[in-house]
């Protein structure tokens, strides 16, 4: 078990496998890290109506030695529970009544920064040093994301595109996703990011690539999402927000790191591409240089 993994990973990693009791000790863990870090075993299986005996077992199919290394691992969590966005919407407008909320700046600035300070605590750096590395390797990378993950991966591969020409957008534009996955094979990877309401074809994108052996990375906020039985690599990120929609600014974050470290592993190479990329921006006359007259 490595040392920097969140428990939401941890449970990730397992959950496609666990029988209906442990998922059930899972997901209590997953929605309640606070509790199970501060309360005993005895009041965890009351309130939760598992057995202190399933939550053991549950320690042991993660990967720990004991209850107790697991429970260590839940005082770094934040705890989120899974509402829709009508639900979320209606707290806005619950709150916005009672008048005794901080402005909505406020409490969404708190909530962006909240989650990109956890950020560190929660993604393994070896962990991303090794899909960082696999996205150097690949023959091709594919990215994917539906609803409004599409806009956050449209921007992934912008600027993936300013480093490397290897980098392509499944469904851009009204393309069919499947003609992107065809031609995959093991020299390949993938990025899909998917959050609740979950996509159904961000979920099949998951499996089509992995059947064709490329190296799956899942970005999503929750371990229940389907797509990460299917991942290589999987990365939950926090997304806690005020609003009705759950927050990209980790996500954003994390995504902008990996370009950062692939630019490091490509050094000169990507200072040449970006050079030559601007060159053809500035011949194309694409960027506003200052000089122009209305």
């Not at 290394?69 to 005082?75: A, G, I, N, V």
């Not at 393309?175 to 990877?189: C, F, K, N």
């Amino acid at each position: 078990m490595q040392s920097r993994i969140s428990i939401e990973e941890a449970i990730a990693a397992e959950y496609s496998g666990l029988s209906a009791k442990l998922r059930a000790a899972a997901d209590f863990v997953a929605a309640n890290p606070i509790d199970v870090s501060t309360r005993s075993l005895r009041s965890i299986s009351h309130s939760s109506g598992v057995s202190p005996a399933t939550f053991s077992r549950l320690a042991r199919a993660l990967g720990f030695e004991t209850y107790e290394d697991m429970r260590e691992l839940t005082r770094s969590a934040i705890g989120r529970k899974s509402a829709s966005f009508s639900q979320k919407a209606g707290r806005i407008v619950a709150n916005a009544e009672t008048g005794k909320q901080p402005p909505f700046l406020e409490r969404q600035a708190a909530a962006c920064i909240a989650n990109i300070s956890a950020l560190p605590k929660l993604i393994d750096p070896q962990r991303l040093d090794a899909a960082v590395e696999a996205l150097h390797a690949a023959r091709n990378v594919v990215v994917y994301g539906a609803y409004g993950s599409t806009g956050i991966i449209e921007y992934l591969s912008y600027m993936a595109n300013f480093v490397t020409p290897n980098w392509s957008m499944a469904g851009r534009m009204g393309a069919s996703v499947s003609t992107t996955l065809t031609h995959l094979t093991e020299q390949d990877a993938v990025i899909i990011l998917t959050k609740p309401p979950f996509a159904r074809r961000s979920i099949l994108t998951a499996e089509m690539a992995r059947e064709k052996g490329a190296y799956v990375i899942v970005i999503t906020d929750t371990h229940t999402c389907p797509a990460v039985k299917y991942a290589s690599n999987t990365f939950i990120i926090p997304t806690d927000s005020p609003q009705f929609f759950s927050s990209y600014a980790a996500t954003l974050v994390l995504l902008e790191t990996m370009i950062g470290m692939l630019v490091e592993r490509s050094g000169q190479e990507a200072e040449t591409r970006i050079k030559t990329v601007e060159s053809g921006n500035r011949r194309l006359e694409d960027f506003w240089d200052g000089d122009e007259e209305e």
